[in-house]
């Protein structure tokens, strides 16, 4: 395994396992046992936790609602427009 602090080379295992580096997984805030999401995009694997995935959904709400009501109240309000 070769490696600087942002990319290495490195062999897949056998079952299809890789090995993350320390330093990639304090940097991500990554800890054993923790979940990961694993995303597909232009050819690429990326790789953050779970908590940066709900912080990144949470952002692109908010560009939709401006930050001035939750998602869940935006839903029922327009449901309570809505003719029956």
Known sequence: MRYDNTRILQKIA???RIVLPASFR??????AGGEIVIRLEDEELRIFSLS???KR???????YTGGKKNLTDLFIDSRREAPC
């Open 57 to 63: 959904a949470q952002t692109l709400v908010r560009k």
């Open 26 to 31: 304090k940097r991500l805030g990554l800890e």
């Open 14 to 16: 056998p079952d299809g």
């Open 52 to 54: 940066n995935a709900v």
